[in-house]
C-alpha cells in the first residue's frame, strides 16, 4: 500500500494563480480532510469528506474548493491564490478515527 | 464545536528526565483523543492514542492519561532520548466521522 500520496511536493505561485493539490489514498478510506499547517498554530482543517459525493467545511475554508468524485482521490482547489495560503498542506484519510497523513505539499505564494 | 487547548508550547529536557504535555478539550462528547509526533519536514505520525473508555494506555516509554470528568488528557514520555526530539500534537474528536481537532502543538527539545 502507498497509504496516502499528495502532489506536488513544492509549488510557487504567483497572487492569483489557480492550481490543484492532488491527494490519493489506497486504504478504500471513506474519510477524507486537508489540514494546513502554519507556525504557531497547529494544524487547521480546511474541507473534510465522509465518502464520495459529500465534503464539508472545517475551520479555514475561504479561498478553497474541494470535490470527492471517488472514494480515493480528494483534490484541493485554491481559485486565486493569495499570500496568506502560504503554508504547509497535509491530506489525510482515516478509519475509525484513526488518521493517516500524506508527505505535505509546501506552497509558496508570491 | 470543540476546541483543543495544548501546555506547554515549547520544553526542554535533559536526557533520560520525563516529559509530560497537557491538552484540555471543550466538548464532553469527544472520546477519542490521539497524539502525533512531527519531526522537522515530515508528516505527523500517530504515536498513541485512548478513546474514553479508558483511563491510561502505554506502550514501552510513553504513556497517555484520560480523565474525563475534567476534560484533560496528558502525554507522558519516560526516559527521553535525543530522538524524541520533535513537536507533539494532541487531538480530539467524536466519532471516525466527524473532524480530528488539534492542539497547537508542543516543541520538545531533549538535551544530551
Known amino acids: 500500500n502507498a497509504g496516502v500520496t499528495q502532489t506536488p511536493k513544492f509549488q510557487v505561485l504567483k497572487t492569483g494563480q489557480s492550481m490543484t493539490l492532488q491527494c490519493a489514498q489506497d486504504?478504500?478510506?471513506?474519510?477524507m480532510s486537508w489540514y494546513r499547517q502554519d507556525p504557531g498554530m497547529g494544524l487547521r482543517l480546511i474541507h473534510y469528506s465522509v465518502g464520495a459525493g459529500i465534503t464539508d467545511q472545517g475551520e479555514v475554508p475561504n479561498g478553497y474548493n474541494v470535490s470527492r468524485s471517488t472514494t480515493e482521490d480528494f483534490p484541493l482547489r485554491l481559485l486565486s491564490a493569495a499570500p496568506s495560503q502560504t503554508s504547509v498542506y497535509f491530506c489525510a484519510s482515516s478509519v475509525d478515527s484513526v488518521m493517516y497523513f500524506g508527505p505535505g505539499t509546501r506552497l509558496t505564494v508570491t | 464545536g470543540e476546541n483543543v487547548e495544548q501546555h506547554p508550547s515549547t520544553l526542554s529536557v535533559q536526557e533520560g528526565d520525563s516529559a509530560v504535555i497537557k491538552c484540555t478539550y471543550s466538548?464532553?462528547?469527544?472520546?477519542?483523543f490521539p497524539w502525533y509526533k512531527q519531526e522537522l519536514g515530515k508528516r505527523p505520525q500517530l504515536i498513541i492514542d485512548i478513546r474514553s473508555n479508558v483511563g491510561e494506555k502505554k506502550d514501552q516509554r510513553i504513556a497517555v492519561t484520560l480523565n474525563k470528568t475534567a476534560k484533560h488528557f496528558s502525554l507522558h514520555i519516560t526516559e527521553t532520548q535525543p530522538e524524541d526530539s520533535a513537536v507533539y500534537f494532541c487531538?480530539?474528536?467524536?466519532?471516525?466521522?466527524?473532524?480530528?481537532?488539534f492542539g497547537k502543538g508542543t516543541r520538545l527539545s531533549v538535551i544530551a
Open positions: 487531538a480530539a474528536s467524536f466519532s471516525g466521522n466527524t473532524p480530528l481537532v
Open positions: 486504504m478504500n478510506h471513506e474519510y
Open positions: 466538548d464532553s462528547a469527544s472520546n477519542y
